[in-house]
């Protein structure tokens, strides 16, 4: 494996992991680095749907503090998205987990603590990961920001989503569902729109990705084994937008509340990962709540400290 100069500077650098091949060819994901040297300590972010790592001011907030920070591109976003391939499309979000098992045995060869931080889609897959690894020590807490645990979508489309799940799953591979296009998450986070934040508009763009039958099916699923329960035997730190706003263009008030997940969803779900799980509601929080107004992702970050100071410490939270 051989790192190179990441996009975002010199500070980082990124390693390309085989993962194989799939339907579509050739498959790879993207660690990137930014290690502190003497340190045992390190985060391992994982980004959502329509998403990769550029959020440079989380990882400075952790490096400060003496903790090494990697994120993921998983297969088919971002770095990692090849020019053969269909942007974010899986059949399972098991197939995720060999760069999750790759990552960690990267990080774990010179960390003995490690935190897996997750966004959106990718606090789905972490759950069902850190289920599935369970008692082999490989991850020791779960920060989960604002986490897809459920379709925010009513409870008869929810319905019928699940009741044609099996049609979805044998559609053609690229088959998309005509779900429309919104755009007020997206023009409330760039900069060149309603937000403050620079970031790769082809890897991230203002409407999102073509939402594929098989994804959705295979999400769903994904969904319905968090339902039933999972036994993830480390501390988990859930933190979710204190309001949900449904709108597809842009409001102001679209910067003070998930446009993405419906947050009360997230509150009844997280019940379902382990045994030992902080739910948090944060005033004033986007869907990315590390990206909402500079008071509050001040807030959210010191919420993570301070979790994560009792969880390696084996205390009750109380926030």
């Known amino acids: 494996m051989c790192a190179v100069d990441d996009i975002l500077g010199p500070d980082y650098q990124a390693i390309t992991l085989p993962m194989g091949h799939d339907a579509e060819g050739e498959v790879v994901a ?10 045992r300590r390190a985060v391992l ?3 959502g749907f329509t998403d990769y790592f550029f959020q440079t001011h989380v990882a400075d907030h952790f490096i ?16 990692s998205l090849l020019p053969h391939q269909t942007r974010g499309l899986i059949g399972s979000v098991t197939d995720y987990f060999p760069e999750i098992d790759e990552a960690v045995r990267v ?7 490690l935190t897996i931080k997750a966004h959106s889609t990718g606090g789905l897959i972490a759950a069902l990961w850190a ?59 760039h900069r060149d729109h309603q937000g403050e934040w620079d970031y790769d508009l082809a890897w991230k763009p203002l409407e999102g990705f073509p939402v594929h039958a098989v994804w959705l099916a295979a999400i769903r699923r994904a969904h319905r084994r968090l339902h039933a329960g999972l036994g993830v035997d480390v501390p988990v730190l859930v933190l979710a937008a204190e309001q949900s706003l449904r709108v597809r263009d842009f409001v ?14 997230i509150a009844k779900w997280s019940t379902k990962i382990g045994p030992r799980v902080t739910c948090v509601r944060v005033p004033g929080g986007m869907h990315d709540l590390t990206l909402s107004a500079a008071p509050v992702r001040k807030q959210v970050l010191a919420e993570i400290d301070r979790w994560m100071a009792y969880a390696y410490q084996g205390k009750e939270y109380r926030p």
């Open 30 to 39: 993207t660690l990137v680095c930014r290690p502190v040297p003497g340190s």
């Open 45 to 47: 972010y994982i980004h």
């Open 64 to 79: 400060a503090q003496g903790i090494g920070f990697y994120a993921l591109d998983l297969r088919k976003y971002g770095r």
């Open 107 to 113: 990080i774990r060869r010179d960390c003995d603590e």
């Open 131 to 189: 289920d599935r690894v369970r008692g082999r020590g490989l991850v020791d807490a779960l920060v989960l920001n604002s986490p897809f645990l459920d379709l925010n979508v009513s409870a008869a489309v929810r319905g019928a989503a699940d009741a044609l799940g099996g049609v979805m799953a044998r559609l053609p591979a690229k088959a998309v569902l005509p779900l429309g296009t919104a755009t007020v998450y997206g023009a409330s986070l």
């Open 252 to 265: 102001p008030g679209a910067h003070g509340a998930d446009v993405v997940l419906d947050t009360e969803q």
